[in-house]
């Protein structure tokens, strides 16, 4: 039985993955996001973001304008956006944009100058829209509704293949998913079906494919009842023509809600939360709920509050796993801090990362760049 599975493993491997050499990672000066009214931009977690054409679309996401969210500050989703123009591997910002939706912390796929925005939240919650956005002779976007997906779900993963378009895992207020929906893009009114299941339910996971039939599947986490969230360190392949999954690997360390690419045969990952400080406020928020008097409930709280105004931030730490022999090499570290909750985006050799949180209630308004080899 364990040679049967060994060999399952290796065979699927072999079918996903070719021969490739080391990637190696040149971080470039960060762009930064336009400054608004009097000071710096306070950037935004879970942004509509992607590539139309040759420009950069970074959209929508949420903030905490007023104040911290354990002060009472409110979460505000936001409908401005922000269009760059790519040239010579450098940014150039255009000009403000809107969408015509609020959304925030939806799967973000860009193909053939089609940027799909699929589930996410609003100021209602998890939402089930999915659609894509296309940007005219004028630099405007123009927004084109999809059929709605069979789940309200935010913190999916997205991924297009072969003319279907994939949404792994997500959350809402009564569930994590384990599913992995699929659609037809190429035929007109075709619905969302039930792809299949995954190993465990999760979300806040990096999704990416190969551009032939494997989508990798890596971290995330799952949130439980009265007890901490449990955070994930396998890597799985979906194997899309045969609907099999497989684990091919371990992350160094169990992350959630960083972001990642596929480049040249390798599995990328930048910045993620290693959930050591998560699990500090979960397990303060459970022993809130059970506290007995308002005296020690005014103590937990208190405690709570200072774990989060001391967030050390996200990990700095890259990885790239080479996808053929499933090794892993560590490469050059984020400058400046650890951006979680956005989207890694390739643009032939360039990578961007736009915005993201980087401690718990704080946004950057900072744009990474990197050239790849």
């Not at 976007?141 to 072969?162: D, V």
């Not at 208190?302 to 022999?325: M, R, V, Y």
């Amino acid at each position: 039985m364990r040679r049967h599975g060994l060999l399952l493993l290796t065979l699927l491997t072999a079918a996903c993955h070719s021969t490739n050499s080391p990637i190696v990672i040149h971080w470039q000066q960060s762009s930064q996001l336009p400054d608004e009214g009097n000071g710096a931009n306070l950037g935004i977690a879970g942004p509509i973001t992607g590539i139309l054409k040759d420009y950069l679309i970074i959209a929508g996401g949420a903030n905490f304008p007023e104040d911290k969210p354990w002060n009472g500050g409110a979460k505000i989703y936001q409908q401005q956006g922000y269009l760059y123009r790519i040239q010579d591997k450098q940014l150039h910002f255009e000009k403000h944009i809107h969408v015509p939706y609020v959304k925030a912390y939806a799967a973000n796929v860009s193909y053939e100058n089609k940027l799909f925005v699929l589930g996410g939240e609003d100021q209602q919650g998890p939402s089930a829209s999915a659609g894509y956005y296309s940007i005219n002779e004028k630099q405007e976007l123009e927004y084109h509704p999809l059929q709605n997906l069979p789940k309200h779900l935010s913190n999916t993963g997205g991924a297009y293949l072969n003319n279907y378009l994939y949404v792994v895992g997500g959350d809402n207020s009564e569930e994590v998913s384990n599913m992995v929906f699929r659609l037809d893009v190429s035929k007109e009114n075709s619905q969302w079906e039930e792809f299949m299941e995954l190993p465990y339910s999760l979300s806040h996971a990096v999704v990416s494919e190969n551009g032939k039939d494997c989508i990798y599947v890596a971290g995330g986490r799952k949130r439980n009842v009265q007890a901490p969230s449990t955070f994930y360190q396998d890597v799985l392949a979906i194997q899309t023509k045969d609907r099999k999954v497989e684990k091919i690997a371990e992350l160094p360390v169990a992350v959630s809600a960083g972001t990642g690419i596929f480049y040249r045969d390798h599995l990328l990952l930048f910045s993620g939360d290693d959930g050591q400080t998560f699990h500090q406020v979960e397990k303060a928020l459970i022993n809130i709920s059970q506290a007995d008097n308002l005296h020690k409930k005014d103590s937990l709280i208190a405690l709570k509050n200072n774990i989060l105004e001391q967030h050390p931030g996200f990990t700095k730490s890259c990885w790239s796993l080479n996808l053929k022999d499933q090794t892993w090499r560590s490469v050059e570290a984020i400058p400046g801090m650890g951006p979680v909750t956005t989207t890694a985006i390739k643009h032939q050799d360039m990578l961007i990362i736009p915005s993201g949180e980087v401690k718990a209630g704080v946004r950057t308004n900072q744009i990474l760049t990197a050239t790849l080899k």
